[in-house]
Nanobody, 123 residues
C-alpha cells in the first residue's frame, strides 16, 4: 500500500481542520492505520490510531476529545478530524500503515508512511 495525505493548512486557534489519507492498493482494509506528527525541533509523536475495521481507536492524551480518527475502507481513505485546534498542534502530520496491531502507538510498528503535511495553528 502507498499513502498520500491531503494538504494541511493554516487555521486559527479554536478552529477545525480535516486531514485525509488516500491509500493505493487492495490491502488497505487489512492495515492498522495511524496519524503521527512532528513539531519543529521535536521528535515525531503518536497522535491516533485505529484498527482495520475501525472499531478500536487510540489517541494521545493531548488530543482526546478534540481529534477523531476514522476510515472508509470502501474508499481506501483515512481521516483525522481536528477540532478546537491549539497552537501546540502545529506540526507536520503523517499518516502511516501497519500490518500488525501490536503497539500501534509506536512509530516502529508502521511500515508504510505518507508524505508529511503541514498544519499551522496561528492567529
Amino acid at each position: 500500500v502507498q499513502l498520500q495525505a491531503s494538504a494541511g493548512g493554516l487555521v486559527q486557534p479554536g478552529g477545525s481542520l480535516s486531514l485525509s489519507c488516500d491509500a493505493s492498493g487492495r490491502a488497505f482494509s487489512t492495515y492498522y492505520m495511524g496519524w503521527f506528527r512532528q513539531a519543529p525541533g521535536k521528535e515525531r509523536e503518536f497522535v491516533a490510531s485505529l484498527s482495520p475495521a475501525g472499531g478500536t481507536t487510540y489517541y494521545t492524551d493531548s488530543v482526546k476529545g478534540r481529534f477523531t480518527i476514522s476510515r472508509d475502507n470502501a474508499e481506501n481513505r483515512m481521516y483525522l478530524q481536528m477540532n478546537s485546534l491549539k497552537a501546540e498542534d502545529t506540526a507536520v502530520y503523517y499518516c502511516a500503515a501497519a500490518l500488525g496491531g501490536w503497539n500501534t502507538q509506536s512509530a516502529r510498528s508502521y511500515t508504510v508512511w505518507g508524505q508529511g503535511t503541514l498544519v499551522t495553528v496561528s492567529s
